[in-house]
Nanobody, 116 residues
Framework: QVQLVESGGGLVQAGGSLRLSCAASGRTFSSYAMGWFRQAPGKEREFVASITWTGGSTYYADSVKGRFTISRDNAKSTVYLQMNSLKPEDTAVYYC?????????WGQGTQVTVSS
């Protein structure tokens, strides 16, 4: 019913930038928001940022405030994550999520690697 396709990950040096995209298809209009999570090696998956479809209200984890910006294109059902001033600790697999169902719908994940 809902499919998510992520792109934009890659290898970047510390201090650099990446822009992740998550294109949603299916019954995404029934969700009130979309968000980004990440999971680093040996770590639990953690919340990064989210945005509501109607008001565009944004929420960020403390670790990324001031560096990451989440945005959305309602017509394209696409959410973006602009990541600036990247740090090695940002290295993780980044997942897009639609909060539908008991565990939500998740994308396949895209790898972000930040080198020193």
């Amino acid at each position: 019913q809902v499919q998510l396709v992520e792109s934009g990950g890659g290898l970047v040096q510390a201090g650099g930038s990446l822009r992740l995209s998550c294109a949603a298809s299916g019954r995404t209009f029934s969700s009130y928001a979309m968000g980004w999570f990440r999971q680093a090696p040996g770590k639990e998956r953690e919340f990064v940022a989210s945005i509501t479809w109607t008001g565009g209200s944004t929420y960020y984890a403390d670790s990324v405030k001031g560096r990451f910006t989440i945005s959305r294109d309602n017509a394209k059902s696409t959410v973006y994550l602009q990541m600036n001033s990247l740090k090695p600790e940002d290295t993780a697999v980044y997942y897009c999520k639609v909060p539908l169902g008991p565990r939500g719908y998740w994308g396949q994940g895209t790898q972000v690697t930040v080198s020193s």
